[in-house]
C-alpha cells in the first residue's frame, strides 16, 4: 500500500485510541518485542507473561515471519504488528497490561507501536522507547523516578522517565486503555535493577537469541 493510504490507516485508528487511567489493577503483565534476523530474512516476535506484582515468568508466546515491509520511520507497526499479532496468539492467557518496545501516542499521527496494537487487541498498552520520536521536553534529573513531559503544544503526551540513576531516561507514552501517570507508574514499578522494565528486556533479549539461531521452542 502507499504511504498515503497507511496515513488514513492510522489517523482512522487514532479516534478509537482511549486514554484514561487502568480500569483494573493488573494481574498479569506483558513485554512483547521484535528482533530481526536479516540472514533468514526473518522477523522474530515475543510475548513474555508475569504475575504482577511478584514478577514471576508465566509464559512466552513467540512467532517467526518472513519480513514483508521494510523500516519506514513513523510506519513500525505495518512492519512489526502481523509478527507480534501471531505471538499474542500463541498466548494460552492474556494480559492484562501490555509493555510494547515502541511509542504510543508519542508519534506524529497519534498511533506509535503500541497505540496500534492496543486498539487492535482492545488491551491496555504502554509505549515503551529507548529514543524520542515526537513531541517537545526536557530531560529529566538525573535520579531514578524523576521525569518531565512529553508535549505536543499544551498536550502531554507521554513522559521521559529515568528509570536508574545516572542512565538514560526512557520515553514513555500511553498506547491504549491506560493514561501518563498510570504509564509512568507501571514502567516503573516493573523496572528491577535495569534501564529496561523486566517485561520488555525478557522480550528482547528472548528475541535477540531466537533471531541469532537459537531455538523457537526455548
Not at 531516561?169 to 522494565?197: A, C, K, M, N, Q
Request: charged fraction near 30%; hydrophobic fraction near 40%; charge should be positive.
Amino acid at each position: 500500500m502507499d504511504l498515503a493510504s497507511l496515513r488514513e490507516i492510522q489517523e482512522n485508528l487514532r479516534g478509537k485510541v482511549l486514554i484514561r487511567p487502568l480500569d483494573v489493577e493488573p494481574k498479569v503483565v506483558a513485554g512483547c518485542d521484535s528482533s530481526y534476523s536479516r540472514k533468514r530474512g526473518l522477523i522474530i516476535a515475543v510475548f513474555v507473561l508475569f504475575t504482577y506484582p511478584g514478577l514471576e515468568l508465566l509464559e512466552v508466546g513467540k512467532a517467526l515471519r518472513k519480513v514483508e515491509f521494510p523500516y519506514i520511520p513513523t510506519y513500525l507497526s505495518f512492519r512489526e504488528l502481523p509478527a507480534l499479532l501471531e505471538a499474542y496468539r500463541d498466548l494460552r492467557r492474556k494480559p492484562d497490561l501490555i509493555l510494547v518496545d515502541g511509542q504510543g501516542i508519542a508519534h506524529p499521527r497519534g498511533l506509535g507501536l503500541a497505540s496500534h496494537l492496543g486498539v487492535l487487541l482492545d488491551r491496555p498498552t504502554v509505549g515503551v522507547a529507548k529514543s524520542p520520536l515526537f513531541g517537545e521536553f526536557k530531560m529529566p534529573g538525573l535520579r531514578r523516578g524523576e521525569h518531565t513531559s512529553i508535549l505536543d503544544g499544551d498536550r502531554v503526551i507521554g513522559a521521559v522517565l529515568r528509570t536508574r540513576t545516572g542512565v538514560k531516561p526512557l520515553f514513555v507514552s500511553p498506547g491504549h486503555r491506560v493514561d501518563v501517570e498510570d504509564s509512568i507508574r507501571y514502567v516503573l514499578e516493573l523496572t528491577r535493577g535495569y534501564r529496561l522494565p523486566e517485561p520488555i528486556r525478557s522480550a528482547d533479549r528472548l528475541s535477540r537469541e531466537i533471531a541469532k539461531g537459537g531455538d523457537i521452542d526455548v
